[in-house]
């Protein structure tokens, strides 16, 4: 295993911004491959903040004594594929090569921090900091004038955390962000009532619609109930908290109508929680379709505009013009600070895969993917033998949570390589056909929905240059399961396995 950070983490290890915290709540965002493990291991809250996730993937590492086999501080740079032998070369960042038969690429959806170049950001004297690679000491904010540019989750999780403890907080937002209120508390009670049931529990999550509990069973269309009952499933939903929000009717990524009805009572209880009715306005999101974008989970985000030490830029009226030595100059204004955190989000999907120089039988991974990822499944792409993904593009991934996502690929691949070597045979790649297919297929159903009307980082519309193409697979995590189940039990039905 090569591994870029200094210890085990993934996400956790890099995010370790003040506020970060996982908005898939715990008893779902755990490993389930343990039935031990899944019983001993005790929460606290009900979504875990990144400490208590980093404690738990060490805990995890060390009990089943995974670091022995972990190379850290080890970025991978190359990877070349030798059709004569068969094998993957690749090269690392400390100049060495590996050879070997497989390679899995586990190297995430959110890892690669997009890292926009506004004019000027070298002239900056003060502090300059990226959420996604917070540093490991921590930062003292108190009483200092900070500002945060990104108002998407890690960037809400900041601006309510900080917000208490520095001077003044001024927040550069570009989209306004729909969140829904997480509810966060213990959670000891719950955990007792899950626990006797796990493995069923895991089960129904496997089998959801985003790889965990929403009540989706009990849920209707929008467009046949009626308003009053609207209004009731609405409140119920955002008094339970989180993501499922999402999922208060079956046609809401459908149904322009059913989306609308969600979005405004989002807007409704946005304008109730914000005292000043200019700063409520800009802070409404409006442009694009609820869900559309990542949805957030906050404790308080709005609220924090109420406060007398934040204020906000909206970069629509007032766009930043350049960085300068004491602040940030936007619309006509210069402001100072002492700090500037950057949240502004990550090259999500394929950013990792193709910050890598791949190359396969035909070419680079970059040539093939130029025009958007082509891949089967979301496991493996034509032309680049025995390279599998976890959580490749044209997955669920993204859309779900991603414990079950990847532990879904990790059961697929592991049982997958078994069924190489039991059948004596050493090289699988996808049919050209079968990934065709599947493209489209992803294509399709993402052009079902609302969805791809967000200029949102699903369709890569945040990194300048990147194709627009809707990346996830947005027909649900038990039904690609179901899919992927059944391709395996056909005998790897559109794979080649020689
Ligand atoms: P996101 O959700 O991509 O948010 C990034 C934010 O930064 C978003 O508000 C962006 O505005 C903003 N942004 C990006 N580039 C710029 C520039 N150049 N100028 C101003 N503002 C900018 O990333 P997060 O880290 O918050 O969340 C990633 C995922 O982590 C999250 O969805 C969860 O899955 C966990 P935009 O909306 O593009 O206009």
Redesign the pocket.
Known sequence: MLEAGGDVGG?WYW?RYPGAR??VESIEYSYSFDRTLEQEWNWTERYASQPEILDYIRHVADRYDLRRDITFGTRVEAMRWDDAAERWTVRTDDGRSRTARFVIAATG??SV??R?A?AGMADFAGELYW??NWPHDGVDLTGKRVAV?????????TITAIAPDVGSLTV????P?YAVPAHNGPIAARLDEVKPGYPEFREESRLSRLGFHCGEDETGYYAETPAAGVRRELDRRWSDGGLCFTLSFRDVLFDADANEALAEYVRERIRAKVNDPGTAEKLTPRTYPIAA????VDTGYFEVFNRDNVSLVD?GEEP?ERFTERGIVAGDAERAFDVII?????D?MTGALTAMDIRGTGGALTEKWAAGPRTYLGLMTAGFPNLFMITGPQSPS?LSN?MTSIEYHVDWVTTALEHLRASGRHRMEPDIEAEDNWVNTTNDVGELTLMPRA???YTG??IPGKQRVFMPFVGGVGTYKQIGDGVAVAGYHGFELT
């Open positions: 996400t995010n996982c908005d959806c959110l921090p997009s926009p506004f959420t996604s540019v990104g108002t998407g989750s890690s960037g809400l999780q550069f937002q570009r989209t962000s974008k990542r949805m957030c970069l930043i950057l949240a502004t989000g990550f999500a993204v991603m200029a949102s980082w519309a945040n």
